[in-house]
């Protein structure tokens, strides 16, 4: 098992080798796991490379190569993790988080409640709110993308260019763009490889306004 700031250092080091090709320098390694000197850091360094987890490369100067990941977290960082879960749980508010919607074909209305999520208090501070989790790409031009979680606001009338939560014929749900013509009603996608589809207005219900997003990166 790795101690704390040897798992902090390994999991830094990997994460730089990754979005930059290379390896971080002394002083952001310091900063990274919370050292004031460059022979904590070789200390770290040393032991990893001793328990095969990096090795050095020869003739680059401080080049490593991650040769392996823990298969398990220091007890010190699984703690640090659920404090920061906690102090999130309690800064938010906790929203029903029904099913997956589709953002490209209407699928079957999601009415049963499974889950909450956290979600900052600011963005639902008036009114009622749920989230939903989206399954499609025709809303990516409005970066609405798949797999993202979207705040949808209660609401049971919409403007025109709102983007919606619709249920159509009482039994599809699907988040789109809304136009309203009279007795008729558009929903339309953002993308341009999905077609808008007109309904009656007696086809249409609307059930809540697109009011934020969430979304995770890895």
């Not at 800064?91 to 889950?115: F, M, V």
């Amino acid at each position: 098992m790795l101690t704390e700031k040897q798992y902090k250092l390994l999991i830094y080091i990997n994460k730089v080798l990754k979005e930059t090709g290379c390896s971080p320098s002394f002083e952001e390694m310091k900063q990274a796991v919370g050292l004031k000197s460059k022979s904590g850091i070789h200390a770290l360094i040393e032991a990893l490379e001793e328990r095969n987890f990096i090795k050095k490369l020869p003739h680059k100067a401080r080049a490593l190569e991650v040769i392996r990941m823990p298969r398990f977290k220091p007890s010190a960082i699984i703690e640090e993790e659920k404090k920061r879960e906690i102090a999130l749980q309690n800064s938010a508010a906790q929203i029903p988080l029904y099913g997956k919607i589709a953002a490209g074909t209407p699928i079957e209305a999601i009415a049963n409640e499974t889950e909450t999520i956290p979600v900052p208090f600011e963005m639902v501070s008036q009114g009622q709110f749920y989230a939903l989790t989206i399954e499609g790409e025709s809303m990516i031009e409005a970066g609405i993308l798949d797999g993202d979680t979207v705040i949808i606001k209660r609401a049971e009338t919409a403007n025109n260019g709102d983007i919606v939560v619709a249920l159509v014929d009482n039994n599809e749900a699907t988040l789109k763009k809304i136009k309203i013509n009279g007795e008729n009603i558009q929903l339309i996608p953002c993308n341009k490889d999905y077609s808008t589809r007109t309904f009656h207005a007696s086809q249409v219900k609307i059930q809540g306004i697109l009011s934020g997003l969430l979304r995770t990166y890895h």
